[in-house]
Nanobody, 124 residues
Framework: QVQLLESGGGLVKAGGSLRLSCAVSGRTASSYTMCWFRQTPGKEREFVAAISKSGGSRSYANSVKGRFTISRVNAMNTLYLEMNSLKPEDTAVYYC?????????????????WGQGTQVTVSS
């Protein structure tokens, strides 16, 4: 059974940066297409970024394109999300997720495994 554990969240001022990590255990990370979603209270979980099993393909939500970078180090079984030029509207709980199929998808139904989330708060 694969487990995902996010870390790196916190409080940062607008314009600042954070790097989130997602540690994969139970199976090798290279077995999964992986992504980041985020959610604020009362709203649906929304897609942020995804990366293919090899790291060769990436996809981003328009709202974060040019500011966020998704990456992975399969040898370390770790997924990352580098977040720059943060805005108050980026405040959310950020979740990493994994799917066995190789295609990158942007809906929550496409992902089989989820972490517990890490809070990111951006103050104005």
């Amino acid at each position: 059974q694969v487990q995902l554990l996010e870390s790196g969240g916190g409080l940062v001022k607008a314009g600042g940066s954070l790097r989130l990590s997602c540690a994969v255990s139970g199976r090798t990370a290279s077995s999964y297409t992986m992504c980041w979603f985020r959610q604020t209270p009362g709203k649906e979980r929304e897609f942020v970024a995804a990366i293919s099993k090899s790291g060769g393909s990436r996809s981003y939500a328009n709202s974060v394109k040019g500011r966020f970078t998704i990456s992975r180090v399969n040898a370390m079984n770790t997924l990352y999300l580098e977040m720059n030029s943060l805005k108050p509207e980026d405040t959310a709980v950020y979740y990493c997720a994994a799917r066995s199929d190789p295609d990158i998808v942007t809906n929550t139904r496409g992902y089989e495994h989820w972490g517990q989330g890490t809070q990111v708060t951006v103050s104005s």
